[in-house]
């Protein structure tokens, strides 16, 4: 067998910081990241991506020769963080991964106001010794700070720590760390920009955000993309944010929205959340193919992206039953907590003929996260294909007449319901994944319905692929 090919003498990866109170998480992990980004920006240094790296780190923890095994580097960045009285001690070694033995190391005692410039500190350290010396012209690659508000930039880590999180109450504390970070400095572009993608994402999982109705989300998040640009034209977050809320904006058009996401992608194209996105973009356009290979993509960049083995199970390979359950078990695997995954994969297993297993999933989902609809609606399908149709009618007995997600459709059509799913769909707001959505196997009992047939008819999208 052959042998593998030795890392390249210039590549490191950033292992994600330790933090010795739970509550300096967010800017353990923001140090990481920033660190990540900076030595990106160094041409005489290959960095991998950070969901890569927190991937092999969580599979042999505490490993350094195993972690640089598995991520083919030379050398390991590993670091922590903890509070001494009123400041702040961040401890860094530079590793030769083969050995774990130490090529750099020092510790730095930082006020929190003295923050804002450690990263760059940190990452030329690391790139003379993994690089070789600086040319002249690398210029300001490892000196330009996003801001230089302190405080505005703590509020900004601590917004991504919560983004991160994927949930209605993160979201909004979230974009109110972004808000109070632009508070403090009007031209803090990347804070600006994350909170359009806030927006972007309470829209889009319909997030209820205490100060605007869901219907006004992506208007208002186009206004604060816009705003986040007229910034910093390079900003791949914002113009990644503009291409989601563009397709939430026009629905039935989609228009500006390919352009956005590939704006995005080249201006990084290591932007593993930009690829997601785009390629939920184009499978709601029915344009599988090249969904996949952005979903892929992002894969490649950051292979613990669950969500993403959910869309590609959800929307690019719904019809191949048994890649979409493939796709949700791996999704499972990484995140088995996420009300989200099981209920993706309740549906898959269901159309696997495995209903003893969708209902297991369905009913855990329900516990994970009781009361939502949207899993009460997948439990409702579930239970209607079990033969139990009582108890799925009772579950929608006391939906409110205004629901507009699909998949409550999709139960009213599983216990047959038929003229009342229509009827709802009918009365929908827009939104750009209701073709695609219809074209599920849920409403396959659809087919041939003059009402069905012109709903998809309205609904298709301007450049859409496939039938």
Known sequence: MARAAPPAANSVAVLFFAARDTADAYLADGLTEDLTSLLGNVGRVQVKAPGVVRRAQRAAPGDAPAIARALGVRYLVDGNVRRVGTRVRVSTQLLNGATAVAAWGDVFDRTPEELLALPSVIAREVALRVGGPAPSSEGGALGTLRTRSPAAYDHYLRGNFLLAVRSADGTARALAEYREAERLDSGFAAAIGRAAYAHAIARGNTYRLP???????????????????????????????????????????????????????????????????????????????????????????????????????????????????????????????????????????????????????????????????????????????????????????????????????????????????????????PVPYLWAALRRPEFDALHGNPRYERLLTALRPAGAGGP
């Open 211 to 429: 100060d605007a109705p869901i219907e006004s989300l992506a208007v208002r998040g186009l206004v604060v993309a816009d705003r986040a640009l007229r910034r910093d034209s390079t900003s791949s977050d914002a113009w990644m944010a503009r291409g989601y809320l563009l397709a939430f904006v026009y629905p039935r058009t989609m228009e500006g929205s390919v352009e956005a996401f590939r704006r995005s992608i080249a201006l990084d194209p290591k932007n593993a959340e930009a690829h997601h996105q785009y390629g939920a973009i184009l499978s709601w356009l029915g344009r599988d193919a090249e969904a996949d290979l952005e979903q892929h993509l992002a894969l490649a960049l950051d292979p613990g992206r669950a969500i993403t083995f959910v869309d590609l199970a959800a929307w690019t390979h719904v019809r191949d039953s048994a890649l979409a359950v493939a796709l949700t078990d791996s999704a499972v695997a990484l995140d088995p907590a996420s009300a989200f995954s099981r209920r993706w994969r309740a549906l898959a297993r269901l159309r696997r003929g495995d209903v003893s297993g969708a209902r297991e999933d369905a009913e855990l989902a329900n516990r994970l996260q009781p009361g939502d609809m949207v899993m009460e609606s997948v439990l409702a399908t579930v239970l209607a294909r079990a033969g139990d149709s009582s108890r799925a009618r009772a579950l929608i007995a006391h939906w409110p007449g205004r629901t507009d997600h699909w998949l409550i459709m999709a139960a009213l059509v599983a216990v047959g319901d038929t003229a009342a799913a229509l009827d709802r769909l009918e009365r929908a707001s």
